[in-house]
């Protein structure tokens, strides 16, 4: 990483001290690409395009680079998915579950999970920061009601919220709320091993069981296809810095050709 940092301050720099962090072998390889010119080369055909005076052209690499920017920006950083349910739903078993080991305290008592729990993991090949938070509901003692609140700050930084639910369980307007406060979380039922409440009001999700796997893979799946909708094709041009997206911004944006060029030169020398 400090080889990487002395020198020039193209994204090829950039990539290279990226690469010191990468944590799996598929965001390794986007990176990868970078190191061997990716980005450099989408830059220079836009700043090309302007040379010709072919905005239009210009417009489309920007923001075909800027469409990969939410993928790029987690080539390093992992992505947040936060589980959020009621007590008892089933998180904590479903966390250990999904990473492969006891992370998480697991108790029949609703209530035991009182601040977040992070576990990394990878899905998909997509580095993946999971966390078990304490059920939503109307706390009495302090500890819980502050594991609660807790809870609530970190869905509010989730790239991805599971709104997990006890098929067990009759559907009720706690869990509704739930899910009226998350319009967009993936919605998965847990325990499908065990008896399911005849409830035809419950919506349609993922039913899985961290007792026997049924329908993990699938949940996995679901998951990664949530996070990145669109995997970058090899050797695709990747912005994978804060400062370059913003300067990839500032060129889509800018009202004029030369301060287009302005701005794509700060992205051939941001290094994050």
Request: hydrophobic share 45%; net charge negative.
């Amino acid at each position: 990483q400090e080889w990487a940092a002395m020198g020039s301050r193209s994204p090829i720099r950039a990539a290279a001290i990226a690469l010191a962090e990468a944590r799996t072998e598929r965001t390794a390889a986007i990176l990868l690409d970078q190191y061997q010119g990716a980005l450099d080369r989408a830059v220079d055909e836009v700043l090309a395009c302007l040379d010709r005076n072919d905005a239009t052209g210009a417009r489309q690499r920007l923001e075909r680079l800027l469409e990969r920017a939410p993928v790029g920006l987690h080539l390093v950083q992992p992505w947040r998915v936060v589980l959020a349910g009621p007590p008892n739903a089933g998180k904590s078993t479903l966390v250990n579950t999904l990473v492969g080991y006891a992370r998480a305290i697991v108790d029949p008592q609703a209530g035991t999970t009182r601040d977040a729990v992070t576990a990394l993991t990878a899905i998909e090949g997509w580095p993946v920061e999971l966390c078990d938070t304490a059920g939503l509901r109307q706390a009495s003692h302090p500890v819980e009601r502050a594991g609660v609140e807790a809870a609530r700050r970190y869905l509010a930084e989730a790239d991805l919220v599971l709104a997990v639910f006890d098929l067990g369980q009759p559907w009720c307007a706690t869990n509704q709320e739930i899910l009226a406060a998350h319009p967009r979380a993936l919605i998965v039922h847990t325990k499908s091993d065990l008896p399911a409440s005849d409830d035809a009001t419950r919506p349609a999700g993922h039913c899985v069981s961290a007792m026997n796997g049924e329908g993990i893979e699938e949940l996995l799946r679901a998951i990664a296809a949530r996070l990145a909708p669109h995997p970058p094709e090899p050797q695709a041009a990747v912005p994978f810095t804060p400062q370059q997206v913003d300067a990839l911004s500032q060129a889509l944006s800018a009202a004029d050709p030369a301060s287009a060029r302005h701005a794509l030169q700060a992205v051939l020398g941001a290094t994050g």
